[in-house]
Each structure stands twice: as C-alpha cells, then as structure tokens.
C-alpha cells in the first residue's frame, strides 16, 4: 500500500496520462483507443486526491457516486471495495468510467482543478471497474424478498437498465422490453467500439440477467403491444418508459435524399449493431467510405463518434463541418483531441445549405456558407450566422449529418393519456418521474431530450426508488383520490 | 427465437413461410409488416405479413432476390428465424369506398392480398389485377380470386391470362367506363410508377406500397426516407403506404441502388456455398 504524502508533496505529482493506441494505427482499426491504467498509475494518480472534507467532486456527478471515499480505496489498494463503493451510486462504472464528459462533470468541480490538474476522476473509476471485472469476482448485491410486484421498463438504455437493476435488488419481477434485437440503448448502436467495447456492455448486461431481470428483445412498444395492454392484459403494476431521444433530425435543406448522404443514426447503427465495419462476417452494407472523402456535420459527440468511424472504414479524408467556432463544440474534450490526432480535420464556422448529386442520384459535392458569430442565444452560446455571399463548393463522396434528435413518437402516440411538451417528450414530475398517466413513470432522454448516460442513469435510480414506493403504498400522489384521502 | 411451421414454395424462387409470433399474430393489421434477421449475422429486410392464424403463427411470402431472401427460402419447417419484429408501419387505410382495383405485381401480389380482403371485408367492389412475367411465376391466384369480385390475370407472356401489363388491363377497364374509386397498386416501382400515370390525370385515389431500404423500422434510422409530396416521409412509420401521385419514384429508385454492389457480391458469394450460411 501507497504511503499518503502530506497535501504539497501530492500536487507535485503530476496528473498520469491514459496510454492510449498510437494514433496512426488506432485510426485505421475498431479496437478500443484507451488502453486504461496500470496499477502502479493508478495508485499514483488516487495519490494526488486531497482527500477534501468538502468534497466537490461528490457534488459534481450527477448520480453522487462517493470519489473520495472510493480513491481512498484505490490509494490503500482495496480495488475490489473501491469497485462496491462505486457501484453504491452507479450501476454502469465500467461505461461511465469511459463515456462521462468529466470535465463538466465530477472533474469539472474538483478543487484541485482550480489550480493543477484536476484528479483524473473518470480513468480511476474505469480502472476500478475493469478490475472487479477482470478479476471475475463481481460482487452481485443481495435481492430482497420477492415481492410479486411486475414492473415492465420500455427501452434497454442505461436509464432502463439503472431502473431495472434497483428494482430487482427490491424484489421486484422486472421485464426489460427492447425494439431492436439487442439490448443497450446508445451504448450498443451509438457508441462506437474504440469508445466502449461492447463485451463490457454485454457482461453488464449478463450481470442483471443473473440477478433475475428478464429481457425481451424485438417488442416495439406501441406496436407489437402497448402500454395498456402490458397493465391491463399481462399484468404489469408499473411501467417505466425510457425509449431514448432516438428520431435523427436532418438538416432539411435540398439534396438530403441523395445516395451518399446518412443521418448519424443510420451511419452508426450500420456500423457497430449491424457491425458494417466486419463485412466478411456480417451481411448489413454501409456505403463506400474507403478512400473517399466523408464529411460529418455536426459538433457533438455523435458527430465526433460518426467521423473517427469513417476514418476508421478507410476514409481518405475525414472532416467535421460545424457551424459554431470550435470552443462552442458540445462534444467531450478528449474525442475531440482523440479525432484531432488521428487526422480528422475540422472545418468549424460552416453550414451546409445544399447537397449536389449526379445523374444517378449520387452525393457529389455539398455547398457550405460560411458563418460568423452573433449575439448570445438561449443556450449562452453565441449565435452562428450566415455571412453572405461566402458560398463555397467543396467535392464530397459521402455526408453523415448529425445535428441531434429528438422524440420518437410511437409510445406517446399510443398512450394518449400520458402528456407530452410541445416537442414531443414525455412530461414527467421532476422528483418522482411520474408521468399523467397511474402507474406510468419515465425518464432519460425522452423526458430530458438528449442528455448524457450518467444523467439517464440517474433518471432510472430515481424512477425505481419512486416506483419503489407506489407498489409499497399503491398510492399516486397526482392522483386526486389519493390526494383527498 | 421464432420457429418456422410451415414452408412451401408457391412458385420457383418464391416461398411462403408461417412463423410462430403470437404477439404479431395477434395485433397485426393488413398493410403493415415484419423485420427479421435470420441469425446473428444477417441483415434486417422487412417482409408483408401476408395473413395470421388463431393459433399465433404469422404467413409471410417471399420472393429470393438476393442473399437474405434466397438463403430464407432454404429454410424449412422446424427450422427457426432469430429476430422477428413487428408489426410495423401503419396499416392500410380501408374504409367502404365504392369500387376498389387492387393491383399486384410479382411478389407484390402477396403484399396487395391482405388488404384486398380487408378491403373486401369493408364492403368494396373488389378488382384484382395480377401480373407476373409467366404462368409459373404467378401466385396467390386462387385466394385472389376468392377474395377478388373480378380478377384479371395478365403475364409478360401470355401463358396465362392475356398478354400484357396490369397497366394495359387498368387502363381498358377504365376505358370501358368502369367506375374506380380508388386503386392500390403494390410491385416492382416501375409498375407502380406506370400504374400511377394511368390513374393521376383522371384523378383516381392511388396508393402504392413503397419498399425503400430498412434497417430499425421504428424511425430511428432515416434509411427508408422517400420523398412523398416534396418533403421526405419514413416509410416505415409513416407507410409505407403513400399517396402514388405525391411520390417521386425517381428518388425511390435511385436509393434503392445505393448498395447495388454490394449485394451482388453478397449473392455471388451466398451461390458458391449456399448450404453453409445456414
Ligand atoms: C453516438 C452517440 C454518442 C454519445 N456519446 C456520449 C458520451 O460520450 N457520453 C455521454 O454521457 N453521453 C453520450 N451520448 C448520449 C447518451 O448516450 C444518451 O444520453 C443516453 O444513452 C440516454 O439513455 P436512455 O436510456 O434515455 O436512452 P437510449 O440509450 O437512447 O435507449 C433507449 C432504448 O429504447 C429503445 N426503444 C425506443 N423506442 C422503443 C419502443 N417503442 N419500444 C421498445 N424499445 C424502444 C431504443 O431502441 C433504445 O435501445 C451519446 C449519444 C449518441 C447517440
Ligand atoms: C415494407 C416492405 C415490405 C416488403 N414486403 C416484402 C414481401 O412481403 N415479400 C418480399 O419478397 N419482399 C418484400 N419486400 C422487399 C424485401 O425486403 C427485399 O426484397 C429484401 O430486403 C431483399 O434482400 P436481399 O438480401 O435478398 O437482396 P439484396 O440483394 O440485398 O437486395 C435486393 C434489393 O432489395 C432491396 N433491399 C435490400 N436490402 C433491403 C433492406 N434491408 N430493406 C428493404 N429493402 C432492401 C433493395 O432494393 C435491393 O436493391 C418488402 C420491402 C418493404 C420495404
Ligand atoms: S459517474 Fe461520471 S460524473 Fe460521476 S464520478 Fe463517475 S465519471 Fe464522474
Ligand atoms: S474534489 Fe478533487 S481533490 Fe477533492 S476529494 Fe474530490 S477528487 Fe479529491
Ligand atoms: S427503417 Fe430506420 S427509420 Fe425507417
């Protein structure tokens, strides 16, 4: 065990870097970029915490998980108990370790970050996690007695899954039911393979199955059977709807139809569900991207995940169009700096405005505007707006356009006493995610629009504790009787 | 896994397949379809659910083209089909309309049959129009007949029917004074194109049953966009039955050809060893 160095000589030691695949090589293969730290640097980075009474950090992720507890852990060499305090507050280490963008997050309000590097939060807890899970000696926490209560989640996404797993651990009889023929959400069909492996989301996934959820694949909600159906025919006391932001928006400028051209969405899930990048062993085509120039349009994450995976299929030359400047760029710091070194160029205060094809209805070439930035807007960040007469053409084999997502309507559509905004998300109560519909709960992205992982986590850990308590007390708060009583 | 309990082939290269899912059997609605994947390595086509039985078996009829659907029509009874997800898209408008011509091309046949006999069911007049390129190649003659007030059978070649499009049938009968309320075409595009430049100067309702590519079938994707009255529509939440005369075939056509190489080398490859994907 590590000796604990009084608070100067730990800001000493400098922050330990992530190994990661060279960048040249890992450009060209789906093999995870992040190599993870060896213990020697994890202990050493766990080293340099304060240890702080305040810890600020605890009040910067969203779910709460304990870092200065679970660091402590790391430093005294006790991975598998930094593994259970972790797991405490956050069912997905393994993933969030990989997927959070710390800096906003828990690193964002760590107080050495105000004048040295912040703790490398994020890479420890990742460290952590592979432990446990290497070490084949996950600890499944203990269920409660069964309680005979059946609770169906709609959709596999972290948010379903949070949920699912709080509340088997209570007793309940969960049903996870999924549209495609995998489970995982985002993670599995989003999120590409160098960025999260998905073995790892597969032994989660093994983990819950062994605690005693059951998953059903291939039942689209709304159509093979609906929300009613599930409380009124099959029995289910309470339902939790986290069917994800999954509708791509497209730019809605001419020529989107043209061969060539992709919404994220389909690009990716081409790519890492359909697994286009195997064609020798897999049957689902993506269109050509060897050798070609492929541009993505977009600054988030997606976008960022789109374009390495065009490098990747062999791209000649992959862009990002964006068209704020590249400090207003939504996606995480470090797959901006990962796309960067791996030679994806950045084309940033552009928009394209047409999509220019051949004859047989082929994607040519793409006209962009340059654009200029204006006054704030509602999100604080400063307003794009076209400068006229810039337009260029620039020569373009394929376009992935990701420029977000927003709600899928098919369970909304067919549960129509359970409300909507006007954008189409479900309206939930904010502390117990009850929706206006007896029984029915949701969270994740199709209440809060796209959001990140470790939030639709959190929406679940809050659903089940609330569904938690209506299947103990049968009662509904919104609902008047119960109110009067 | 859902297991197959009848196979059979209705005419060469086309099979019909009943698969147990009590689920689908149970909510489907005429015009709407599945997606499968035969194992874990196929891709996601979307097939018409062509009928459903009591007992939860769903009837899909499918025409080998490529490698999905030839290495499909190996299968057999007791055989099973990973993935089977549905039903999807919207069902078919049927309401009492007057006269009904309901028009099926090749395969499209199976696809028109479940809602000519909703349509049918609804109180139509119903004309069938079925086309195929020769005698061997027509199907589902006999339950169209049956369901069908009138049918025409029209082939390439003349060995059954007459000689001739279903176009040239539609347009004859129209001519002769026949008065149509409403046409649903459903086959090869350009079938559907030529169905709907018979009917769209006089003004005759048509809808046509668009086969864009798919992958999810749930709207998360975009890949099944078409273009219907200028704006770009999912086929497969929004349809995939649309008005044919706001479609643009052209667009249709041209992304359907997208993976044109690919798929040849996928079937190329499927015919060297057929037996060995299964
Ligand atoms: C490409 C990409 C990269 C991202 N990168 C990051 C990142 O690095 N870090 C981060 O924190 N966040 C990232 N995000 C955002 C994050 O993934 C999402 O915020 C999160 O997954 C939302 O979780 P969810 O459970 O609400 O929904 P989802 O993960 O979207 O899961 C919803 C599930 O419900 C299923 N479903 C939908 N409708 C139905 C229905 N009718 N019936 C049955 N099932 C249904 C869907 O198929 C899906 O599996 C990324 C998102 C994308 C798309
Ligand atoms: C809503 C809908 C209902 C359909 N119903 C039937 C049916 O009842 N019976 C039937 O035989 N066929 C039906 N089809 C067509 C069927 O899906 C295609 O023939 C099949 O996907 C071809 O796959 P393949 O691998 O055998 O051929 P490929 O060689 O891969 O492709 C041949 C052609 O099929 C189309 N196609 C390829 N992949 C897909 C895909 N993933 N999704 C959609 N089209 C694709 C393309 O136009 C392509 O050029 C339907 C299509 C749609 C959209
Ligand atoms: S869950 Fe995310 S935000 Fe919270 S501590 Fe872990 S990496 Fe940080
Ligand atoms: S705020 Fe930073 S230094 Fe303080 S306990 Fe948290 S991680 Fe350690
Ligand atoms: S098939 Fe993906 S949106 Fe229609």
Redesign the interface.
């Known amino acids: 065990m590590a000796e604990p160095l009084p608070p100067k000589e730990r800001v000493k030691i400098p922050r330990q870097a992530m190994p990661e695949q060279d960048a040249d090589a890992r450009a060209r293969n789906f093999d995870e970029v992040n190599l993870g730290l060896e213990v020697v640097a994890a202990q050493c980075e766990a080293q340099r915490c304060l240890t702080c009474a305040d810890p600020k950090c605890v009040k910067g992720c969203p779910v709460g998980v304990k870092v200065r507890d679970f660091v402590e852990l790391v430093l005294a060499g006790d991975f598998l108990g930094a593994a259970s305090k972790i797991r405490e507050d956050n069912v997905l280490p393994a993933v969030t370790g990989r997927v959070c963008p710390q800096e906003n997050q828990c690193e964002g309000a760590c107080i050495m970050g105000k004048r040295f590097d912040s703790l490398a939060i994020g890479n420890l807890e990742r460290f952590v996690a592979d432990y446990e899970r290497e070490s084949g000696q996950v600890a499944l926490p203990q269920r409660a007695p069964l309680t005979g209560k059946k609770v169906a989640i709609v959709g596999s996404g972290p948010a379903g899954l949070s949920c699912a797993g709080d509340l088997c651990l209570r007793g309940h009889d969960v049903t996870v039911f999924e ?3 995998e489970i995982g959400g985002v993670l599995l069909y989003g999120i590409p393979e160098f960025r999260l492996p998905k073995d790892i989301v597969r032994q989660e996934i093994d983990n819950m199955r062994a605690m005693g959820i059951e998953f059903q ?4 909600v709304g ?3 609906t929300i009613d159906e599930l409380m009124q025919e099959e029995g289910f006391d309470a339902v939790f709807v986290a069917t994800g932001a ?3 928006r ?1 730019l809605d400028i001419p020529g ?2 043209l ?2 051209v ?2 994220a ?2 690009f990716l ?2 790519v890492n569900l ?1 697994k286009a990048y195997d ?1 020798s ?5 993506i ?1 050509q991207c060897r050798d070609r120039h492929v541009a993505v349009i977009g600054g988030g994450n997606t976008a960022m995940d789109s374009v390495r995976s065009a490098m990747r299929l062999g791209a000649a030359k992959a862009s990002i169009i964006y068209r704020r400047s590249m400090e207003e760029m939504p996606a995480r710091q470090e797959e901006v700096h990962h796309a960067q070194d791996e030679g994806v160029q950045f084309l940033d205060l552009h928009n394209p405005v047409e999509f220019i094809g051949d004859e ?3 994607l040519k070439s793409v006209r962009l505007v340059k654009m200029a930035l204006g006054e704030p807007d509602e999100s604080g960040r400063r307003r794009p707006v076209a400068i006229e007469g810039s337009e260029i053409e620039m020569p373009l084999d394929v376009a992935i356009v990701a420029v977000g997502t927003g709600a ?3 369970v909304q559509s067919t549960t129509p006493d359970m409300k909507t905004n006007r954008w189409g998300y479900i309206q939930a109560d904010e502390e117990s995610l009850r929706t206006s519909k007896v029984g029915v709960f949701a969270g994740g992205d199709i209440v809060s629009g796209a959001a990140t992982v470790i939030l639709a986590m959190g929406a679940g850990r809050t659903a089940a504790s609330s569904i938690d308590d209506y299947l103990q007390t049968g009662v509904w708060e919104t609902d008047p009787a119960a109110a009067e009583s | 896994m859902f297991p197959i309990v009848e196979a059979r082939f209705l005419a060469p290269d086309v099979k019909l397949f009943r698969i147990q899912a009590p ?2 059997a149970r ?1 489907r609605r005429a015009g709407q379809f599945v997606i499968i ?1 035969i194992d874990q ?4 086509i979307p097939l018409t659910i062509a009928d459903s039985d009591r007992d939860g078996n769903i009837t899909i009829i499918v025409q080998g083209v490529g ?2 659907t030839r290495w499909l029509n190996t299968l057999e009874s007791g055989d099973s089909i ?7 898209g919207e069902p078919s408008e049927v309401e009492s309309f007057g006269t009904v011509v309901v028009i099926g091309g090749g395969v499209g046949t199976a696809i028109a049959y479940p809602t000519a006999v909703a349509m049918k069911q609804a109180g139509n007049r119903v004309i069938s129009i079925i086309g195929a390129r020769d005698r061997e190649r027509l199907i589902l003659q006999d339950a169209m007949q049956q369901t069908s007030d009138e049918l025409h059978v029209m082939t390439d070649d003349g060995s059954a029917g007459t000689q001739g499009f279903v176009t040239d049938a539609l347009d004859q009968m129209i001519q002769s004074g026949v008065v149509v309320d409403r046409v649903l075409a459903i086959g090869p595009v350009p079938m559907m194109r030529a169905v709907s430049a018979v009917t769209k100067p006089r003004q005759i309702p048509t809808i046509v049953s668009l086969n864009p590519i798919m ?9 099944c ?1 078409v ?1 219907v009255g200028g704006r ?1 529509r999912f086929a497969c ?1 929004d349809g995939p039955e649309f008005d044919a005369h706001e479609v643009d075939f ?2 249709l056509m ?2 359907n ?3 044109r190489d ?2 040849a080398e ?1 079937l190329r490859e499927f015919n060297k060893h057929p037996s060995e994907s299964v």
């Open positions: 549209a495609l023929h694949t291939n039942v689209v159509k093979t059977v999954g509708l791509p497209f989107e139809h061969g060539g992709y919404s969405n389909e899930t081409r359909m064609s062993h897999y049957d689902s085509p269109y047989q209805g082929i899928n309507p098919l | 689920r689908i909510k994947r390595h196929g891709e996601r490698k999905t990973r993935d089977v997800v549905g039903p999807l992958v999810d079938g749930t709207g998360m994707c975009g890949g966009r273009l770009a939440v052209d667009v041209k992304r050809n997208l993976y690919q798929e996928a």
